[in-house]
């Protein structure tokens, strides 16, 4: 019994969950593990969940599916920044959940929410030190090189450390705001406890997709290479 915590996700990449509801032409085939967990925490009588995360679709949106709430939001972040601040307004979470501290939703929705007890970071990747090994001793020439696509894009290694500079300053900042982290590694561990020393941290093992559970190894069922 007792009443449903009502948790928020806000995710950085539209789920593939997300392009079956809206009907999206582009199938989405990432974050499948993500989408796994979700179908167990809906099953789960303890808790209520809601899903924010961007959509092709240019508009904000809300659906129900298999007892979850998603809500789509924009890809670019100065839309998204006022969407997430109207999806907290409407669903009121109890605990916000944030994939990735990394990522250009994360801090808006922290600070929407402005509860550093109820927030919790789920370390994906951690900006802020590999930005200090971005370029791992490549020559000047592979650095500052570019092809035609990368100087249509911007997205040479030099550019795409500039980049992750950025990203690293927002992640240090949502970092700083959050006072609960799950990670998987030591490294994760050691992080979090640099930039926020006053926070709680706890090992997340990851959930994988339903058909890793589904199919059984057997040697006696194997092609032998000869």
Known sequence: GGIMKKVLWVVSHELPIVSTVTNSKN?????????ALS??????KKYELAICCPSQRPVQEKHNYNGVTFYTISYEILKAVNSIHEVINDYKPDILHVWGA?????LPAIQAFSNPDRTVIHIQGLACKCYLHYNANLPWYVIYGTS???IIRRNNIYNNKRKMLKRSESEYQAMRLAGNFFGRTEFDKAVCREISPNSNYYHCGEIMRDPFY???????KCDKQR
Not at 102 to 106: G, K, M, N, T, Y
């Open 214 to 220: 589904q199919i059984h190894w057997d040697y006696k």
């Open 39 to 44: 179908n167990h925490i809906a099953n789960n």
């Open 102 to 106: 990394e990522v250009d939703f994360s």
């Open 148 to 150: 035609i696509g990368e």
């Open 27 to 35: 199938a989405v085939v990432t974050g499948g593990w993500i989408t």
